[in-house]
C-alpha cells in the first residue's frame, strides 16, 4: 500500500487508466463509425491534440516568463551598490540553471549593463518598462546575426513587486526551443505543425526557412488567392479561437486543427496533415486502429514507466536526502541529475539547500566554539553563503560577539575601578584603625587619671566627714566651757590643738581642691578632643571645676574662721576675766564652722558621685573607641579581600580574546 502511494505509482496508475480509457473509448469509436464519421474523430483528435501542444508550448513559455518575473524581484539586481561583476554572476548561473543562451539586465536609460548596448528603442524594452512580461517572435539579432527570441520582465526596485520599474531583465532562450516542440509533433507522416504571433506571423515551422523570412499567410492573400482558405483559419487562430478547418495548399488538400497558446501575447498553435494520411481502407483501418491501440497501450506503459521513473526517482532521492538534512546529516553528498526539466531544476535546489546549510551550520559550529575558548576576535569563514533569511543568523552571531565583549571590557573595566577603591579604602581603614589604637591609648590614660581623682575625692570626703564630727565635739566643748571655767586653760589648749588639726585638714582640702580643677581642666581637654562623643563628658568636666572652685572658697572661710579661733584663744589666755562672753563668741564662731564644715563635707560627696559619671562615660568613650578600632581593622581586611577579588577577576576576563572592532 505505501509503494501504491509513491509519485511513480501514481502516474503510471493515472497516465495508464487514462490512455487505456482513452484508447479503448477512441478504437471503439473508430472501429464502430469509422465509416460514418472518420473525418469528426479526425478533426476531434486532431483539436485535441492542437490543444494539448498549445498547452504545453504554453506551459513552457510560461516557465521562461517565471524565470524573468523572478529574477526580476531579486533585489541585488536592482541595488546601484552591487557590483556588475555580481549581478553578472547572478544572472549566469540563473541562464546555466534553466538552460538558457544568455541573460542581461538593462538599466533605466535603455542601455544593457554587460555589453553597453542601447536597447531602449526595442519592443521588449518598452513593454518591460511598463511593468509587462514580453515574449519576442523570432527575429534576427542585430548583435549576433542569428535567430533570436527575447523574454523580458520588469526589474522591481528593492525586489519589490509592483513598486518602481528601475530597469529590465532581458533573457534569451534557446534559439530553436520553439522548433523542437513543433518538430515533436506528429500526427501523420507528412504532418507537420506551427505556431503564429498575434500579426499571424510564423514563429515556430516545421518547414525550414519559414520563420527566418517572417512568412505571413494572412498578408500574401492580399495578393494570392491560393492562401485565402488558410488566411481564412489563421485569422481564427490569432483571434484565440479553438477549431478545425480543411484548405488547399500547393494543390494539396490538408486538415488544420488549432488551438490558442493561453497568455503569450495571442500566440496560436496550429497542427495540419494531408488529408490522405487519414483516408486509408476500411478494413486496415480498423485493424491498424486495434494494432495501434494496444501498441499504443504497451508503448504507453513502457513510456509511461520511463517518464514515472524519471520523474519520480529525482524526487525520491531528493527527498531522501532532505529527510536526512532534517536529522542532522550535514555530510552525505547528494546525487547529480542532469536534466533540464523540473527535477533538474529540485535536484539543484536540494543541492545548494545541504551546501549551504552545511556552510552555515559549520561556520556557526566553528564562532561559538571560537567563543567558549574565550576567542572573541573572529569572523565568518562564509559570508557568502548567508543569503536571503540566512542574513539574520550572521546578524544574530555578530550582535552576541559584539555584546558578550562589551560586557566583558565592562567588567574588565569596573574590576579595575572596584581595585582601585578597595586600595584606598584598604589605606584610609588602616589610617582609621591607627587612629582609632592612639585614640584608645588616651582614654585609657584619661579613664586612670579619673580614677585617680575618684580615689582622691573619696578620701576627702573621709576627712570632711572626720573634721565635721570633730567640730561638732568642739562645740560641745564650748558649752561646757561655759559652764566650766575652772577648765577653761584646758579647754582652750584642746582648742587650739584641734584648730590647729583643721588648719591641716583645710589646707589637705585646697590641696585636693586645686587637683580636682586641674583635673577638670584636663577632662575638659580631652573631652574636646573626643569630638562629639565627648560633650557629656565636656559638662561633666564643668560641673567638677564649678565643684572645686566652691570647694576652695569654703576652704579659704574655714581657714579665716580658724585664724580667727586661734587669735581668739590668745586673747582669751589674757583676758580670763571675759572668759564667758568670749566663750559665747567662741560657741557662735564653732557653730558656723560647723554648718561651714557639713557644706564641704557635702560638696565632697557630690564631687565624688560626678566623677563616678565621668568614670562610667570615660568607660563608654574607650568601649566606643575600641569598638572604632576592631571596625576599622575589619573593614582594612574586607578592603584587602576585595581587592584580592577584583584582582582575580582581572585575570579572569585576561583570559579572553576580546574582539578588535
Known amino acids: 500500500m505505501k509503494n501504491f502511494k509513491s509519485i511513480k505509482n501514481k502516474i503510471l496508475f493515472s497516465s495508464l487508466v487514462l490512455i487505456i480509457s482513452s484508447m479503448l473509448i477512441l478504437g471503439t469509436c473508430v472501429v464502430f463509425i469509422l465509416y460514418k464519421n472518420s473525418q469528426q474523430i479526425l478533426e476531434e483528435t486532431l483539436t485535441e491534440a492542437a490543444k494539448i501542444a498549445a498547452e504545453r508550448v504554453g506551459q513552457e513559455i510560461i516557465a521562461y516568463q517565471n524565470v524573468a518575473r523572478e529574477l526580476g524581484c531579486i ?43 542601447q536597447c531602449g528603442e526595442r519592443e521588449y524594452f518598452k513593454a518591460a518598462m511598463n511593468g509587462e512580461i514580453y515574449i519576442s517572435r523570432p527575429d534576427i539579432s542585430q548583435v549576433t546575426g542569428k535567430l533570436t527570441m527575447f523574454i523580458s520582465a520588469p526589474l522591481w526596485k528593492d525586489g519589490k513587486t509592483n513598486s518602481t520599474v528601475v530597469g529590465i531583465i532581458m533573457l534569451i532562450p534557446q534559439e530553436d526551443f520553439l522548433d523542437n516542440i513543433v518538430q515533436s509533433i506528429k500526427v501523420s507522416d507528412n504532418g507537420g505543425a506551427y505556431i503564429l504571433d498575434a500579426e499571424g506571423t510564423a514563429v515556430a515551422h516545421t518547414t525550414a526557412g519559414l520563420v527566418a523570412n517572417a512568412n505571413n499567410s494572412i498578408a500574401l492573400s492580399q495578393n494570392d488567392s491560393s492562401l485565402k482558405a488558410i488566411a481564412v483559419l489563421e485569422r481564427k487562430m490569432i483571434a484565440g479561437e479553438l477549431g478545425f478547418g480543411r484548405y488547399t495548399y500547393n494543390g494539396v488538400n490538408k486538415f488544420l486543427a488549432y488551438a490558442p497558446i493561453q497568455n503569450i501575447n495571442s500566440w496560436s498553435l496550429g497542427i495540419n496533415a494531408p488529408v490522405s494520411d487519414f483516408l486509408g481502407s476500411t478494413i486496415l483501418g480498423i485493424v491498424i486502429t486495434i494494432v495501434i491501440i494496444f501498441v499504443a497501450i504497451l508503448a504507453a506503459l513502457i513510456i509511461l514507466r520511463n517518464i514515472a521513473d524519471k520523474i519520480s526517482r ?167 566651757g561655759s559652764t566650766q571655767v575652772e577648765g577653761m586653760t584646758t ?25 580636682t580643677n586641674l583635673l577638670s581642666l584636663n577632662a575638659a581637654i580631652e573631652a574636646a578632643r573626643a569630638g562629639e562623643s565627648g560633650k557629656g563628658f565636656a559638662v561633666v568636666a564643668d560641673e567638677i571645676r564649678k565643684l572645686s572652685i566652691q570647694s576652695a572658697e569654703a576652704v579659704e572661710d574655714t581657714r579665716e574662721l580658724i585664724n580667727t579661733a586661734l587669735n581668739e584663744v590668745s586673747n ?46 570615660v568607660e563608654q568613650i574607650s568601649n566606643v573607641v575600641q569598638n572604632n578600632s576592631a571596625t576599622a581593622q575589619e573593614s582594612s581586611a574586607t578592603s584587602e579581600e576585595l ?14 580574546k576580546l574582539a578588535s572592532d
Not at 567558549?372 to 555578530?398: A, K, V
Not at 584641734?498 to 585638714?505: L, M, P, R, T, Y
Open 75 to 117: 533585489s541585488e539586481l536592482a541595488d546601484a551598490n552591487v557590483s556588475v561583476a555580481v549581478k553578472k554572476e547572478i544572472l549566469d548561473e540563473k541562464v546555466s540553471t534553466y538552460n538558457l543562451v544568455e541573460g542581461n539586465v538593462i538599466g533605466a536609460d535603455g542601455i544593457n549593463l554587460f555589453n553597453g548596448v
Open 314 to 480: 529525482p524526487i525520491k532521492l531528493c527527498s531522501d536526502r532532505l529527510d536526512l538534512l532534517s536529522k542532522g546529516d550535514l555530510h552525505t553528498p547528494t546525487v547529480e541529475i542532469n536534466s533540464a526539466d523540473e527535477t533538474g531544476v529540485l535536484a539543484a535546489a536540494t543541492k545548494g539547500i545541504v551546501s549551504i546549510t552545511s556552510k552555515i551550520i559549520k561556520d556557526v559550529a566553528y564562532l561559538l566554539e571560537e567563543m567558549s575558548n574565550g576567542n572573541f576576535d573572529i569572523h565568518s569563514t562564509e559570508l557568502d553563503s548567508y543569503i536571503g533569511d540566512y542574513q539574520t543568523i550572521l546578524t544574530s552571531m555578530r550582535l552576541l560577539k559584539s555584546s558578550l565583549s562589551s560586557t566583558l571590557r565592562g567588567i574588565e573595566e569596573s574590576a579595575s575601578q572596584v581595585s582601585a577603591g578597595a586600595e584606598q579604602m584598604a589605606v584610609a581603614a588602616q589610617a582609621l584603625a591607627e587612629g582609632a589604637s592612639d585614640q584608645a591609648g588616651s582614654v585609657e590614660e584619661l579613664l586612670a587619671t579619673v580614677n585617680e581623682i575618684t580615689d582622691q575625692a573619696k578620701v576627702s570626703a573621709v576627712e570632711a566627714l572626720s573634721t565635721h564630727k570633730e567640730a561638732q565635739l568642739i562645740g560641745e566643748q564650748a558649752k561646757e
Open 491 to 515: 579647754a582652750m589648749q584642746r582648742i587650739s590643738e584641734a584648730s590647729n588639726e583643721i588648719a591641716k585638714v583645710i589646707t589637705s582640702i585646697q590641696d585636693i581642691a586645686s587637683q
Open 572 to 617: 582669751g589666755s589674757a583676758l580670763v576675766d571675759n572668759t564667758s562672753a568670749s566663750l559665747n563668741m567662741i560657741i557662735v564662731d564653732i557653730e558656723n564652722v560647723v554648718s561651714s564644715i557639713e557644706s564641704v563635707s557635702s560638696a565632697f560627696e557630690m564631687q565624688a558621685e560626678s566623677i563616678a559619671q565621668i568614670n562610667i562615660g
Open 643 to 656: 581587592s584580592a577579588q577584583a584582582t582575580t577577576l582581572n585575570q579572569m576576563v585576561d583570559e579572553f
